[in-house]
């Protein structure tokens, strides 16, 4: 019965995998589909592996006989969930360090870790209190007034927390791979959240301002941040900086809130515990 349970779990995964495509829609609506989507089917695997580990491998569920194979499957699944999770934090932890030798310098009144190199480069690095590191050649690209606006996208994303969402987010990304759009849910995932920094920057500064220093950050940029960092030009390596700059421009665009909708896909999710007091 366990067995069947991990399989019908992996076919609903799999199922809502295929249920989405890229679309145009509004940020809010494309948001809560995406990211409900991208939750659901990972979470889904690993509370029924949850809910097996609980049950353990003796005993009966509805006169169905348990055995050792599928607790081992539901044990082994998550045994590598928590060995990256692990792995994870260790090399957050050593970037972070790495980061903190980075001497502080004042940047138009905000404190920000300085980067000695040559390509242009704005990040928050971290978990719940990132840190702002800024590199030499943004300071030398960038004027004052472009600058200010590129600080304010930084904002943004310490406001939303993102490095803390999203290093988790990366985590359920490295776990099921193998499960069909990943890498597509991903990447919709990094635009929506640049999205998201650019429109709450927008409603600060000139948005203008902030579309042409994306265009001079991007136009330079070379470096390919992780989960852990959210940057500036982050998400404009699969050519979505057209998709960015025209929502930047487009004043009728109403502003990124987020809903419960999300919430639901999570409750769905949690649906296999359920089973655990039938067994016996």
């Known amino acids: 019965m366990h067995l069947v349970l991990l399989m019908l779990a992996l076919s609903t995964a799999i199922a809502v995998r295929f249920t989405w495509k890229a679309s145009s829609e509004q940020w809010t609506r494309r948001w809560n ?10 979470l889904l695997v690993m509370m029924s592996a949850i809910a097996i580990l609980c049950m353990g491998p003796k005993g009966q569920m509805v006169r169905w006989w348990e055995g050792w194979g599928s607790y ?5 699944f ?38 000695a190199q040559p390509t242009p480069f704005v990040a928050q690095i971290g978990f719940w209190q990132p840190e702002l590191v800024i590199s030499q050649g943004l300071l030398e690209t960038l004027d004052p007034r472009h600058l200010d606006v590129v600080l304010m996208h930084e904002e943004a994303h310490a406001h939303y927390r993102d490095t803390f969402w999203f290093f988790w987010l990366g985590w359920l990304r490295r776990l099921t791979a193998w499960l069909p759009q990943t ?9 929506l959240r640049e999205l998201r920094a650019d429109r709450w920057a927008a409603q ?21 941040p992780d989960d852990l960092c959210a940057a500036f030009s982050s998400a404009v390596v699969k050519n979505r900086l057209t998709e ?10 109403s502003s990124p809130e987020s809903s419960f909708m ?7 999710a949690v649906v296999p515990m359920a089973i655990v007091p039938f067994h016996f």
Do not use: C, K, Y
């Not at 600060?204 to 070379?222: F, G, I, N, T, Y």
């Open 183 to 191: 890498e597509a849910l991903w990447q919709e995932l990094l635009i």
């Open 244 to 253: 960015r700059i025209e929502a930047l421009l487009d004043e009728s665009e």
């Open 78 to 115: 998550l045994a590598v969930g928590l060995g990256l999770a692990v792995n994870g934090g260790q090399d957050a932890l050593r970037s972070l360090r790495r980061v903190r030798d980075m001497p502080q310098h004042d940047v138009q009144g905000v404190s920000a870790r300085l980067l």
């Open 33 to 42: 589909w995406t990211l409900g989507v991208f939750l659901f089917s990972p």
């Open 204 to 224: 600060r500064v000139d948005p203008l301002l902030l579309a042409e220093a994306l265009l001079s950050v991007v136009s330079a940029s070379q470096i390919e």
């Open 262 to 268: 999300p919430w639901l896909w999570l409750l769905m």
């Open 72 to 76: 081992a499957i539901a044990v082994g």
